[in-house]
C-alpha cells in the first residue's frame, strides 16, 4: 500500500516538473518575439514584414518605412512598437495603408506620417496621459486634446488641436459667421465676445490658413464690412488680382487705411474671395465679379481691360455700344453680301464702363477686341481746345503825325 502511494506521489512530482519546465520554455519564446532587440535586428531598417520586430529607436536615428496595402492595424502596431506608445484603437478605425518614403526619414517625421495617414482615412489621435486613443475625427474634437494660445511654426501639420485666436479689431461673431464655410463639418469654431477672442479646433494645416486670413481681416477699419464670394467658373486667385489692380488705379491719391483701403483674399480650396471693404466698395466689387464669373469657353473669349487717358469711359461706352453687329457668315446656297465698310463687333461682345478706373471692360474675342482697341485708340485722344485772344486798339494820328496807341487785353 505505502509502496503504491509512493509511485504515485512520485509521478505527480515528475509531472510538476515537466509543466514547469514548459511554461518556461513559452515564456522565453514569448520574450524572445516581443522584445527583438535582443536578436540582434537592424533598427534602421523597418518595412511592413519585420514591423514586429524593430522595437523603440532613439530620437536621433533614421529609418525608412515601406507599406503596400497593409492593414491599418498593422501600421499602428508598427509605429507603437517603433515609438514605445500605448495605444488604444478604436473599433471603428479600420482600412488599408499604402506608404512609400523614398529615402529616410527621423523618428519625429515617422509618427507626422503616421498622423497624416490617419487624417486621411479620417481618425485623429488623442492624448490621455500616457496612453493615446485614436478615434474617428469628429470624436477627436470633443475630447481632451492640445490647446494652444499662439502659433507653432513646428507643430505637425494633420493634428486635430484646439487653437485660441483673440482678436483685435474685428466682432468674434461676423468673423465666425465668414470662416464657418471655409472649415470641415466635423470641426468647431466658437465665438466669444466678452473677450473678442475665437476658439477653433480642427487640423493645424487648416488653423494656420485661417489665421493667415486672420491677418487681413482683423485690422483696425470704419465701416468695413467683411464678405465671402463664392465663384462658378474662374479662378478665386485670377479674380483678385484684377480687382487689386482696378481698386488700386481706382484709389490714387491713396487715402487712409481706417476709411477707404479695400482688402481682397483668395480662398483656393472653396473658390472664394473675401473682400474687406466700405459697403459702397463691396458692391462695386460683387457687380465687378458677377461679370467677370462667366462660363467662357476656352480659346474664344476673354476679359480685356482699357484704361482711358482722355476720354470719359461712360460716354465713350455709348458710342461702343450703338456700332452695328457683324453680319452672320452667308449659308451655302444664299448669295454673298459685301462686306459693310463700317466698323462691327459681335453681338456677344460686351463693354461696361468704369467710372471709378475711367477705364472699359471688354468681355470677347481677340479679333473683336482688336478692332475696338483701334477704334478706342482713335477717340482717346486729347480735345481740341480754342482759345481766342482779343487786342483792341485805338489810333490818334494828329497833325504832326504822331501815333498813339492805348491797349486792351482781354485773356480768356
Known amino acids: ?100 518614403s523614398p529615402r ?23 492624448p490621455a496621459g500616457k496612453i493615446f486613443k485614436i478615434v474617428p475625427s469628429p470624436d477627436a474634437r470633443t475630447k481632451s486634446i492640445e490647446t494652444r494660445m499662439k502659433e507653432d511654426a513646428d507643430s505637425p501639420e494633420d493634428r486635430v488641436v484646439t487653437q485660441i485666436i483673440p482678436l483685435k479689431y474685428a466682432d468674434p461673431e461676423e468673423v465666425k459667421r465668414l470662416l464657418a464655410p471655409l472649415i470641415p463639418k466635423n470641426s468647431v469654431i466658437l465665438a466669444y465676445s466678452p473677450t473678442n477672442t475665437l476658439v477653433v479646433t480642427d487640423v493645424y494645416s487648416n488653423i494656420r490658413r485661417l489665421m493667415r486670413i486672420l491677418e487681413v481681416i482683423d485690422v483696425a477699419g470704419i465701416d468695413r464690412a467683411v464678405s465671402v464670394i463664392p465663384l462658378q467658373f474662374s479662378y478665386a486667385e485670377k479674380i483678385v488680382k484684377l480687382i487689386e489692380s482696378v481698386f488700386k488705379t481706382s484709389q490714387q491719391p491713396p487715402k487712409p487705411v481706417s476709411d477707404r483701403e479695400v482688402k481682397v483674399v483668395a480662398d483656393e480650396r472653396t473658390n472664394s474671395i473675401v473682400v474687406i471693404a466700405s459697403e459702397s466698395d463691396t458692391l462695386k466689387i460683387k457687380k465687378l465679379i458677377e461679370l ?41 446656297g444664299q448669295p454673298v453680301v459685301p462686306k459693310r465698310t463700317q466698323p ?69
Request: charged share 25%; net charge negative.
Open 344 to 412: 462691327s463687333v459681335a453681338e456677344s461682345v460686351t463693354i461696361t464702363p468704369d467710372k471709378a478706373t475711367n477705364s472699359l471692360i471688354i468681355r470677347g474675342d481677340s479679333d473683336d477686341y482688336k478692332s475696338l482697341e483701334e477704334i478706342i485708340q482713335k477717340l482717346d485722344i486729347p480735345r481740341s481746345m480754342v482759345y481766342i485772344e482779343c487786342l483792341i486798339m485805338e489810333v490818334d494820328v494828329n497833325k504832326e503825325f504822331e501815333l498813339g496807341t492805348e491797349w486792351t487785353a482781354f485773356g480768356g
Open 1 to 100: 500500500m505505502n509502496a503504491t502511494v509512493n509511485a504515485f506521489l512520485n509521478r505527480r512530482r515528475r509531472l510538476f516538473r515537466l509543466l514547469a519546465l514548459t511554461v518556461t520554455i513559452s515564456l522565453a519564446a514569448l520574450l524572445g518575439v516581443f522584445h527583438p532587440g535582443a536578436l540582434g535586428q537592424n533598427p534602421e531598417s523597418v518595412s511592413p514584414g519585420n514591423a514586429q520586430k524593430a522595437g523603440p529607436h532613439q530620437s536621433d536615428q533614421s529609418i525608412s518605412i515601406d507599406f503596400n496595402n497593409v492593414d491599418l492595424a498593422v501600421f499602428i502596431k508598427f509605429i507603437s512598437e517603433l515609438l514605445g506608445k500605448n495605444f488604444v484603437v478604436d473599433n471603428r478605425v479600420k482600412g488599408k495603408v499604402t506608404v512609400i
Open 104 to 126: 529616410k526619414v527621423s523618428i519625429k517625421e515617422a509618427y507626422d506620417i503616421f498622423e497624416s495617414v490617419l487624417e486621411v482615412y479620417g481618425y485623429a489621435v488623442v
Open 292 to 332: 467677370l464669373d462667366k462660363d467662357v469657353p476656352k480659346g474664344k473669349e476673354k476679359i480685356h481691360i482699357y484704361y482711358l487717358e482722355n476720354a470719359e469711359a461712360e460716354a465713350l461706352a455709348k458710342v461702343l455700344q450703338n456700332l452695328p453687329e457683324k453680319e452672320e457668315a452667308p449659308k451655302p
